[in-house]
T-cell receptor, first 112, second 115 residues
Framework: AQRVTQPEKLLSVFKGAPVELKCNYS??????LFWYVQYSRQRLQLLLR??SRESIKGFTADLNKGETSFHLKKPFAQEEDSAMYYC??????????????FGRGTQLTVWP | DAGVTQSPTHLIKTRGQQVTLRCSPK?????VSWYQQALGQGPQFIFQ???????QRGNFPDRFSGHQFPNYSSELNVNALLLGDSALYLC??????????????FGEGSRLTVL
């Protein structure tokens, strides 16, 4: 069965420190992975997707198929990065299963 | 563009009652998905509607049903409410059944409390 695991429910760092939010998945096929973010009093929104290989707001994430991981990283955290982050899995390109499997989320707090 | 809009934002029901939640997708989107988010958990997929038909369903009982209208708006109905149905219900819209870009646009949710 498909599963997304975010081992840390809470993560706190100081401003300027590096941050890594962990995400592991279980899926035997070729997945698509995403990070969604929810800032305080805002709706859930897409942060980045692995196929785009993009850096958004200084965040990057690399899909490691060997370790089945998709960790989200930022070298220097900012206070405005404080939010709830969800890792999500979609079952492969071309799949008609257009649904996402979400992890439970990690609440990131960046202290000044 | 107002994005995805949901109503009501909050509601309280008692066990055994029925509830209907409504969703209007982002302009230009034709696919609507519903997710349940229990406290402290990530969103869980309930079902997806496209061309007025249920296309996929997650692991939810038949008490959960839905509908999509010709204007792409959607309703989620839950019958015989249980305490465990208390959650935030999120509507998400996308373009196309396969969600090719992988991006879902979410509403702010309807928070249901069952007493």
């Amino acid at each position: 069965a498909q599963r997304v695991t975010q081992p840390e429910k809470l993560l706190s760092v100081f401003k300027g420190a590096p941050v890594e939010l962990k995400c592991n998945y279980s899926y035997s096929g070729s997945p698509e992975l995403f990070w969604y973010v929810q800032y305080s009093r805002q709706r859930l929104q897409l942060l980045l997707r692995h196929i785009s290989r993009e850096s958004i707001k200084g965040f990057t994430a690399d899909l490691n198929k060997g370790e089945t991981s998709f960790h989200l990283k930022k070298p220097f955290a900012q206070e405005e990065d404080s939010a709830m982050y969800y890792c999500a899995l979609k079952l492969g390109r071309g799949s008609t299963l257009g649904r996402l499997y979400f992890g439970r989320g990690t609440q990131l707090t960046v202290w000044p | 563009d107002a994005g995805v809009t949901q109503s009501p934002t909050h509601l309280i029901k008692t066990r055994g009652q029925q509830v209907t939640l409504r969703c209007s997708p982002k302009s230009g989107h034709d696919t609507v998905s519903w997710y349940q988010q229990a406290l402290g958990q990530g969103p869980q997929f309930i079902f997806q509607y496209y061309e007025e038909e249920e296309r996929q369903r997650g692991n939810f009982p038949d008490r959960f049903s839905g509908h999509q209208f010709p204007n792409y708006s959607s309703e989620l109905n839950v019958n015989a409410l249980l305490l465990g149905d208390s959650a935030l219900y999120l509507c998400a819209s996308s373009l196309g059944l396969n969600m090719n870009t992988g991006e879902l646009f979410f509403g702010e949710g309807s928070r249901l409390t069952v007493l």
